[in-house]
Protein backbone atom coordinates (compact mmCIF):
# COMPACT_ATOMS: atom_id res chain seq x y z
CA UNK A 1 0.00 0.00 0.00
CA UNK A 2 1.42 3.59 -0.84
CA UNK A 3 0.41 5.98 1.99
CA UNK A 4 0.24 9.72 0.25
CA UNK A 5 2.14 11.79 2.66
CA UNK A 6 2.24 15.33 1.91
CA UNK A 7 5.69 17.11 1.73
CA UNK A 8 6.79 18.56 5.12
CA UNK A 9 7.32 22.41 5.38
CA UNK A 10 10.88 21.85 6.98
CA UNK A 11 14.44 24.00 6.21
CA UNK A 12 15.78 21.49 8.07
CA UNK A 13 18.87 20.33 5.90
CA UNK A 14 21.94 18.50 7.21
CA UNK A 15 23.47 20.37 4.89
CA UNK A 16 22.34 24.00 6.19
CA UNK A 17 24.73 23.50 9.16
CA UNK A 18 24.04 23.18 13.08
CA UNK A 19 21.51 25.64 14.06
CA UNK A 20 20.34 25.45 18.24
CA UNK A 21 18.04 27.37 19.87
CA UNK A 22 16.77 28.91 23.08
CA UNK A 23 12.66 29.04 23.73
CA UNK A 24 11.69 30.66 26.82
CA UNK A 25 8.45 31.20 27.98
CA UNK A 26 7.93 34.77 28.61
CA UNK A 27 6.34 34.08 31.90
CA UNK A 28 9.00 36.15 34.14
CA UNK A 29 12.80 37.22 33.53
CA UNK A 30 15.24 35.01 33.34
CA UNK A 31 16.49 33.38 36.78
CA UNK A 32 19.58 31.13 37.03
CA UNK A 33 18.12 28.09 36.13
CA UNK A 34 16.83 29.73 32.27
CA UNK A 35 20.17 31.73 32.09
CA UNK A 36 22.11 27.81 32.41
CA UNK A 37 19.78 26.77 29.66
CA UNK A 38 20.77 29.78 27.74
CA UNK A 39 24.60 30.01 28.08
CA UNK A 40 24.68 25.79 27.61
CA UNK A 41 22.88 26.27 24.12
CA UNK A 42 24.74 29.22 22.98
CA UNK A 43 28.02 27.62 23.58
CA UNK A 44 27.00 24.58 22.02
CA UNK A 45 26.07 26.59 19.07
CA UNK A 46 29.35 28.63 19.13
CA UNK A 47 31.59 25.42 19.45
CA UNK A 48 30.18 24.23 16.86
CA UNK A 49 30.18 26.90 14.03
CA UNK A 50 26.18 27.56 13.83
CA UNK A 51 23.44 29.38 14.54
CA UNK A 52 21.83 30.14 17.76
CA UNK A 53 17.99 31.26 17.37
CA UNK A 54 16.01 33.13 19.77
CA UNK A 55 12.13 32.11 19.89
CA UNK A 56 9.78 33.18 22.41
CA UNK A 57 7.19 31.01 23.46
CA UNK A 58 4.16 33.54 24.26
CA UNK A 59 1.70 31.16 23.29
CA UNK A 60 -0.14 30.13 26.50
CA UNK A 61 -0.94 33.94 26.97
CA UNK A 62 -2.65 33.83 30.26
CA UNK A 63 0.45 32.81 31.68
CA UNK A 64 2.28 35.27 29.79
CA UNK A 65 3.66 38.79 31.39
CA UNK A 66 3.90 41.46 28.41
CA UNK A 67 7.07 43.07 29.85
CA UNK A 68 9.11 39.83 30.14
CA UNK A 69 9.88 38.85 26.07
CA UNK A 70 11.39 42.40 26.90
CA UNK A 71 13.17 41.64 30.05
CA UNK A 72 14.75 37.97 28.28
CA UNK A 73 16.24 39.99 24.93
CA UNK A 74 17.75 42.64 27.46
CA UNK A 75 19.29 40.03 29.55
CA UNK A 76 20.99 38.01 27.63
CA UNK A 77 22.60 40.93 25.20
CA UNK A 78 23.83 41.76 28.84
CA UNK A 79 24.99 38.73 29.19
CA UNK A 80 27.03 38.78 25.50
CA UNK A 81 24.02 35.95 24.39
CA UNK A 82 23.10 37.11 21.28
CA UNK A 83 20.95 35.67 19.19
CA UNK A 84 21.01 35.39 14.70
CA UNK A 85 17.95 35.80 12.80
CA UNK A 86 15.02 37.13 13.86
CA UNK A 87 13.04 36.29 16.70
CA UNK A 88 9.89 34.08 16.47
CA UNK A 89 6.85 34.61 18.69
CA UNK A 90 4.32 31.45 19.05
CA UNK A 91 1.56 33.76 19.33
CA UNK A 92 1.91 34.63 16.20
CA UNK A 93 1.99 31.39 14.22
CA UNK A 94 -1.48 30.22 14.69
CA UNK A 95 -2.09 29.38 10.86
CA UNK A 96 1.49 26.90 10.79
CA UNK A 97 -0.08 25.26 13.86
CA UNK A 98 -3.57 24.39 12.70
CA UNK A 99 -1.77 23.35 9.25
CA UNK A 100 0.32 20.83 11.03
CA UNK A 101 -2.92 19.72 12.97
CA UNK A 102 -5.14 19.70 9.79
CA UNK A 103 -2.38 17.30 8.16
CA UNK A 104 -2.66 15.17 11.19
CA UNK A 105 -6.07 15.14 10.95
CA UNK A 106 -5.98 14.33 7.22
CA UNK A 107 -4.02 10.91 8.83
CA UNK A 108 -7.16 10.10 11.31
CA UNK A 109 -5.28 10.14 14.10
CA UNK A 110 -6.97 12.58 16.09
CA UNK A 111 -10.02 12.44 17.88
CA UNK A 112 -12.03 15.32 19.87
CA UNK A 113 -12.31 14.86 23.78
CA UNK A 114 -14.53 16.55 26.46
CA UNK A 115 -12.97 15.53 29.60
CA UNK A 116 -11.96 17.89 32.26
CA UNK A 117 -9.15 17.08 34.40
CA UNK A 118 -11.76 16.37 37.28
CA UNK A 119 -13.04 13.17 34.67
CA UNK A 120 -9.38 12.07 33.83
CA UNK A 121 -8.60 12.08 37.65
CA UNK A 122 -11.67 10.25 38.39
CA UNK A 123 -11.43 7.94 35.50
CA UNK A 124 -7.81 7.13 36.62
CA UNK A 125 -9.04 6.27 40.13
CA UNK A 126 -11.46 4.15 38.93
CA UNK A 127 -8.86 2.36 37.03
CA UNK A 128 -6.84 1.95 39.97
CA UNK A 129 -4.34 3.82 38.25
CA UNK A 130 -2.04 6.31 40.72
CA UNK A 131 -0.32 9.57 39.55
CA UNK A 132 2.97 10.00 40.82
CA UNK A 133 3.30 13.27 42.46
CA UNK A 134 4.52 16.14 40.05
CA UNK A 135 3.84 13.87 37.43
CA UNK A 136 1.20 14.61 34.61
CA UNK A 137 -2.09 12.16 34.36
CA UNK A 138 -2.16 9.24 31.88
CA UNK A 139 -4.81 9.73 29.53
CA UNK A 140 -6.67 6.49 29.75
CA UNK A 141 -8.41 7.13 26.60
CA UNK A 142 -12.04 7.67 27.93
CA UNK A 143 -13.24 9.63 24.66
CA UNK A 144 -11.44 7.46 22.60
CA UNK A 145 -13.36 6.14 19.33
CA UNK A 146 -12.74 2.36 19.16
CA UNK A 147 -11.94 2.63 15.65
CA UNK A 148 -9.94 5.18 13.94
CA UNK A 149 -9.67 6.04 10.61
CA UNK A 150 -10.90 8.06 7.63
CA UNK A 151 -13.78 6.34 6.95
CA UNK A 152 -15.12 5.66 10.32
CA UNK A 153 -14.77 9.36 10.46
CA UNK A 154 -16.94 9.67 7.53
CA UNK A 155 -19.78 7.14 9.06
CA UNK A 156 -19.69 9.18 12.92
CA UNK A 157 -19.70 12.59 12.03
CA UNK A 158 -16.49 14.26 14.16
CA UNK A 159 -16.63 17.72 15.45
CA UNK A 160 -14.66 19.88 12.85
CA UNK A 161 -11.56 20.87 13.88
CA UNK A 162 -12.69 24.43 13.92
CA UNK A 163 -15.06 23.25 16.89
CA UNK A 164 -13.15 25.10 19.75
CA UNK A 165 -15.07 23.77 22.79
CA UNK A 166 -13.28 20.44 22.38
CA UNK A 167 -9.83 19.71 23.22
CA UNK A 168 -8.19 17.38 20.35
CA UNK A 169 -5.78 14.56 20.84
CA UNK A 170 -3.80 12.32 19.19
CA UNK A 171 -4.51 8.35 19.27
CA UNK A 172 -1.51 6.51 19.87
CA UNK A 173 -0.81 3.45 18.26
CA UNK A 174 -0.70 0.15 20.35
CA UNK A 175 3.04 0.07 20.07
CA UNK A 176 4.65 3.16 20.81
CA UNK A 177 7.80 2.64 22.14
CA UNK A 178 10.24 5.99 20.92
CA UNK A 179 13.64 5.89 21.64
CA UNK A 180 16.47 8.28 21.58
CA UNK A 181 20.21 9.41 21.78
CA UNK A 182 20.37 12.13 23.84
CA UNK A 183 24.18 13.68 23.69
CA UNK A 184 24.71 13.91 26.96
CA UNK A 185 22.69 11.84 28.97
CA UNK A 186 23.08 8.34 26.19
CA UNK A 187 19.96 6.07 25.10
CA UNK A 188 16.76 6.93 26.90
CA UNK A 189 13.29 5.68 25.94
CA UNK A 190 9.25 5.98 26.88
CA UNK A 191 6.60 3.89 26.24
CA UNK A 192 4.20 6.97 25.47
CA UNK A 193 0.96 4.60 25.74
CA UNK A 194 1.83 4.04 29.64
CA UNK A 195 3.89 7.33 30.16
CA UNK A 196 1.39 9.72 28.86
CA UNK A 197 -1.27 8.55 26.62
CA UNK A 198 -3.04 10.23 23.50
CA UNK A 199 -2.24 13.62 24.37
CA UNK A 200 -3.71 17.05 23.41
CA UNK A 201 -2.39 18.77 21.03
CA UNK A 202 -4.98 21.84 21.01
CA UNK A 203 -6.50 22.70 23.80
CA UNK A 204 -10.61 22.88 24.71
CA UNK A 205 -10.00 26.97 24.69
CA UNK A 206 -8.55 26.57 21.30
CA UNK A 207 -4.52 27.41 22.24
CA UNK A 208 -2.00 24.84 20.79
CA UNK A 209 -0.19 22.84 22.97
CA UNK A 210 3.46 23.38 23.85
CA UNK A 211 4.36 19.58 22.21
CA UNK A 212 2.40 20.65 18.81
CA UNK A 213 4.04 23.98 18.35
CA UNK A 214 7.75 23.24 19.28
CA UNK A 215 7.91 20.08 16.81
CA UNK A 216 6.59 22.50 14.15
CA UNK A 217 8.76 25.79 15.24
CA UNK A 218 11.60 23.09 15.62
CA UNK A 219 11.01 22.17 11.99
CA UNK A 220 10.14 24.88 9.96
CA UNK A 221 13.24 27.22 11.50
CA UNK A 222 15.93 24.29 10.73
CA UNK A 223 16.63 23.18 13.96
CA UNK A 224 19.39 20.86 14.12
CA UNK A 225 19.91 20.54 17.65
CA UNK A 226 18.04 20.96 20.69
CA UNK A 227 20.12 21.84 23.99
CA UNK A 228 17.54 22.21 26.90
CA UNK A 229 17.17 22.17 30.78
CA UNK A 230 16.15 18.38 31.45
CA UNK A 231 13.23 19.40 33.17
CA UNK A 232 11.72 19.06 29.76
CA UNK A 233 13.55 15.56 28.87
CA UNK A 234 9.98 13.93 29.36
CA UNK A 235 8.21 15.57 26.53
CA UNK A 236 10.73 14.44 23.81
CA UNK A 237 9.45 11.43 23.12
CA UNK A 238 6.45 12.85 22.29
CA UNK A 239 7.69 15.56 20.07
CA UNK A 240 9.53 12.60 18.30
CA UNK A 241 6.68 10.86 17.79
CA UNK A 242 4.95 13.86 15.98
CA UNK A 243 8.42 14.96 13.90
CA UNK A 244 7.74 11.42 12.86
CA UNK A 245 4.18 11.43 12.14
CA UNK A 246 4.32 15.03 10.17
CA UNK A 247 7.98 13.77 8.59
CA UNK A 248 9.97 16.43 9.86
CA UNK A 249 13.86 15.50 10.12
CA UNK A 250 14.47 14.41 14.26
CA UNK A 251 16.84 17.03 15.47
CA UNK A 252 19.73 16.19 18.23
CA UNK A 253 18.78 16.41 21.80
CA UNK A 254 21.11 17.62 24.46
CA UNK A 255 19.59 18.16 27.88
CA UNK A 256 21.37 19.78 30.32
CA UNK A 257 21.55 19.37 34.37
CA UNK A 258 18.71 21.51 36.00
CA UNK A 259 20.02 24.22 38.55
CA UNK A 260 17.75 23.21 41.85
CA UNK A 261 17.18 25.59 44.93
CA UNK A 262 18.17 24.89 48.43
CA UNK A 263 15.50 22.27 49.09
CA UNK A 264 17.10 20.35 45.90
CA UNK A 265 13.72 21.69 43.62
CA UNK A 266 13.99 23.06 40.23
CA UNK A 267 14.02 26.57 39.69
CA UNK A 268 11.19 27.91 38.04
CA UNK A 269 9.36 31.35 37.70
CA UNK A 270 6.61 29.53 39.61
CA UNK A 271 8.62 29.25 42.43
CA UNK A 272 9.88 32.52 42.53
CA UNK A 273 13.33 31.72 41.22
CA UNK A 274 14.98 35.33 41.33
CA UNK A 275 15.84 36.91 38.09
CA UNK A 276 19.05 37.54 37.30
CA UNK A 277 21.30 40.57 37.90
CA UNK A 278 22.68 42.28 34.82
CA UNK A 279 22.49 46.17 35.94
CA UNK A 280 26.38 46.47 34.46
CA UNK A 281 28.95 44.23 32.74
CA UNK A 282 30.42 43.19 36.40
CA UNK A 283 27.05 41.42 37.54
CA UNK A 284 26.44 39.70 34.68
CA UNK A 285 29.40 38.23 34.93
CA UNK A 286 29.16 37.02 37.70
CA UNK A 287 25.54 35.25 36.69
CA UNK A 288 28.00 34.33 33.51
CA UNK A 289 30.01 32.48 36.08
CA UNK A 290 27.42 30.81 38.32
CA UNK A 291 25.32 29.50 35.11
CA UNK A 292 28.60 28.07 34.04
CA UNK A 293 29.60 26.38 37.19
CA UNK A 294 26.23 24.79 37.43
CA UNK A 295 26.90 23.43 33.62
CA UNK A 296 30.31 22.16 34.76
CA UNK A 297 32.41 23.82 32.85
CA UNK A 298 36.11 24.13 34.35
CA UNK A 299 39.24 26.62 33.98
CA UNK A 300 37.92 29.52 33.19
CA UNK A 301 39.62 32.69 33.46
CA UNK A 302 38.22 33.91 37.13
CA UNK A 303 39.92 37.57 37.14
CA UNK A 304 38.57 40.66 37.39
CA UNK A 305 39.63 42.11 34.21
CA UNK A 306 38.18 39.73 31.77
CA UNK A 307 35.88 41.18 29.66
CA UNK A 308 32.26 39.04 28.69
CA UNK A 309 33.51 38.90 25.04
CA UNK A 310 36.81 37.34 26.25
CA UNK A 311 35.04 34.85 28.59
CA UNK A 312 32.63 33.52 26.34
CA UNK A 313 35.21 32.44 24.06
CA UNK A 314 37.29 31.11 26.96
CA UNK A 315 33.75 29.36 27.49
CA UNK A 316 33.13 28.16 23.98
CA UNK A 317 36.64 26.58 24.01
CA UNK A 318 35.94 24.48 27.34
CA UNK A 319 32.67 23.30 26.53
CA UNK A 320 32.80 20.00 24.78
CA UNK A 321 30.31 19.07 22.27
N1 LIG B 1 9.35 27.19 26.39
C1 LIG B 1 9.87 26.09 27.14
C2 LIG B 1 10.24 26.53 28.54
O1 LIG B 1 10.47 27.68 28.77
C3 LIG B 1 11.11 25.49 26.53
C4 LIG B 1 10.82 24.79 25.27
C5 LIG B 1 11.98 23.98 24.72
O2 LIG B 1 13.15 24.33 24.89
O3 LIG B 1 11.68 23.00 24.04
O4 LIG B 1 10.29 25.71 29.43
ZN1 LIG C 1 -12.08 12.84 26.76
Request: overall charge negative; proline content about 5%.
Amino acid sequence: MILAVSTPKNLASPAGGYRGRFAPSPTGPLHAGSLATALGSWLDARKNGGKWLLRIEDLDTPRCIPEATQQIQSQLLACGLSWDEEIIYQSQRQEAYQAALERLNGQGCLYACTCSRQTIANALIRLGIETPRNQEMVYPGTCRPTTLGIADLNRNPQPTLQDLKRAWRIALPADCHIQFQDLGLGQQSQDLNTAVGDFVLRRSDGLFTYQLAVVVDDAEQGITHIVRGEDLLSNTARQIYLQDLLGYIRPEYLHLPLVLDEHGEKLSKQTLATQINTQDEKHSLIELRKAAKHLGLRNLPDGENVTIAEWLLAATHVWKS
